[in-house]
């Protein structure tokens, strides 16, 4: 179901009436040319399209209201060219409401030594226009994400690249719509937060309904419906009865497959593009969904444990800022569950009882069913597999009473030393940056939850310039993490973002 819409960035220059037309001929060429490449690069997720030079304040004006009325417009790349006057900008940047990228970049790579005249510097003076430029953001006191160097350098366009993506979580974050099918689990706090200020900040809609209504789509689906995609996932994944009869296996595995079908259904018909369950609040549902969530999360849809709509919003997003992106890794919702602490091996088993998305399995993935710890229901189907090696990132939004916080650790994914046979869970085992201790003890000082929204496919930049965007305060976990700076920041944190 998560189709990547077909996002287009504009891409406008800055300038103004006083070179001359033949200039401002040169300007529009240059531009264009830089549109056609970046395009022509096959680095960009999305189209660059090229609009005419900007030079006088009505123009600005119109174009930046044009680009917030044009749905399929996720953000504007603007760049001066030559100088452009900062104050013909204050209105239609006053006006703007969509992600913005200031490249800093320019035509020509080298200076042209033998031939360089002043005709040629007043031209070509992105260095000079461009600060004056910058200068109005800075005093406007408005985001935006800055990208230095040559436009044709693959550095730099991956940097476009990876911003258009954060710009689409932007967008895109005013469309997610979490529906719960169950409360906040009781007595648990950092799952909790206020659903009012979410929308205010975010655009989320977060709903309750009644867990039995989901569970009448659920027993609405046919039988044959259920075979159908029971024997898909014969077909799909490999099967470890464990010693139970097959028969009685497979009934356990269609019961997940009903409950796939039902509450995709359920998704669909109203709307919602995210879901959180709760263990303990299953109405009528024979099994916790297990092997239907893990299903759903690979279509994209955000999940939170637990009652934790915060965090099945912030799968949702990461998982709109990766969609279509080629060699994706995966994205999926987490939980921290137990440390190994031998000196040189250390890291956290990430697991949850049942709900890791098998987009970042790394290898065959197999059904499971075997009885759940917790809850009153029958024994769940589940997918169990390992997942991939290598860097990615854990965020976790925290509401902290009077702000939301997001809380970004860099993180690196390994094997595990050892098989773990009697562990009927997807797992990931992950060090934290820069260190289990110090990464540990930073995210406990800055209140970070157990659950986490997780993904190999984006940057802990990507995620600060989105919680930048949002307007709330993003705390990274990083190699460069000292304890003694993150209490600072935390403190001066409390100061800047107070409401
Ligand atoms: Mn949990």
């Not at 956290?348 to 759940?372: F, S």
């Not at 024994?379 to 009077?402: H, N, Y």
Request: a negative charge; charged letters at 25%; glycine letters at 8%.
């Amino acid at each position: 179901m998560l189709k990547a819409k077909k996002y287009t960035f504009w891409f406008c220059t800055g300038s103004q009436d006083l070179y001359g037309d033949e200039c401002l001929a040169h300007v529009a060429e240059h531009a264009r040319q830089i549109v056609e490449e970046l395009n022509r690069s096959g680095r960009l997720p999305f189209e660059v399209v090229w609009k005419p030079t900007l030079i006088t304040s009505e123009l600005i004006r119109r174009t930046f209201n044009e680009a917030n009325m044009d749905e399929s417009c996720a953000g504007v790349i603007t760049w001066m060219h030559t100088f452009s006057p900062a104050k013909s900008w204050i209105l239609g940047l006053q006006e703007y409401r969509k992600p913005l990228l200031h490249l800093h970049t320019q035509f020509n790579r080298e200076i042209p030594y033998a031939t360089i005249d002043m005709d040629f510097m007043n031209e070509n003076q992105s260095a000079h226009g461009d600060r004056e430029y910058g200068h109005i953001f800075s005093r406007l006191g408005m985001e935006r994400k800055v990208v230095v160097g040559y436009w044709a350098d693959a550095d730099v366009q991956e940097k476009i690249a990876a911003w258009m993506r954060t710009a689409v979580g932007v967008i895109e974050s005013s469309h997610i719509r979490v529906m719960r099918i169950a409360d906040n689990m009781r007595n648990v706090a950092v799952t909790e937060g206020d659903k009012v200020e979410a929308q205010l900040t975010f655009g989320w809609e977060v709903d309750a309904y009644p867990v039995n209504e989901a569970a009448e789509a659920v027993a609405a689906v046919s039988e044959s419906d259920i075979n159908a995609l029971v024997d898909e996932y014969y077909d799909t994944y490999q099967i470890l009865t464990e010693g139970r009869d097959a028969a009685e296996f497979r009934r356990h595995v269609a019961v997940q497959a009903g409950i796939e079908i039902g509450l995709e259904r359920f998704l669909e018909e109203k709307n919602y593009q995210a879901i959180v369950t709760h263990f303990g609040d299953l109405g009528v549902l024979k099994q916790l969904p297990g092997l239907a969530i893990q299903r759903l999360m690979e279509k994209g849809y955000g999940f939170g444990a637990e009652g934790d709509w915060k965090t099945a919003a912030m799968v949702r997003v990461m998982k709109l800022m990766t969609s279509g992106m080629k060699d994706a890794k995966g994205t999926s919702f987490m939980e921290d569950y137990t440390y190994n602490l031998v000196a040189g091996k250390e890291g956290i088993l990430e697991a949850h009882m049942l709900e890791v998305c098998p987009t970042i399995a790394d290898g065959p993935v197999t059904i499971k069913a075997q009885p759940l710890s917790m809850g009153n229901r029958e024994d769940p189907a589940r997918l169990v597999f390992t997942a991939k090696e290598g860097p990615a990132i854990a965020t976790s939004l925290i509401d902290l009473g009077d702000r939301f916080r997001l809380i970004i650790n860099s993180v690196n994914c390994k094997k595990t030393e050892k098989p773990m046979p009697k562990l009927p869970v997807a797992t990931a085992f992950w060090t934290p940056e820069p260190n289990l201790k110090v990464g540990a003890e930073a995210w406990i000082l800055a209140g970070g939850a157990h659950h986490t929204a997780f993904s190999y496919d984006l940057t802990a930049e990507q995620m600060g310039d989105w919680a930048d965007a949002m307007g709330i305060e993003a705390v990274y976990i990083d190699k460069d993490t000292t304890i003694r700076q993150l209490k600072n920041e935390l403190r001066w944190n409390q100061a800047v973002y107070r409401k």
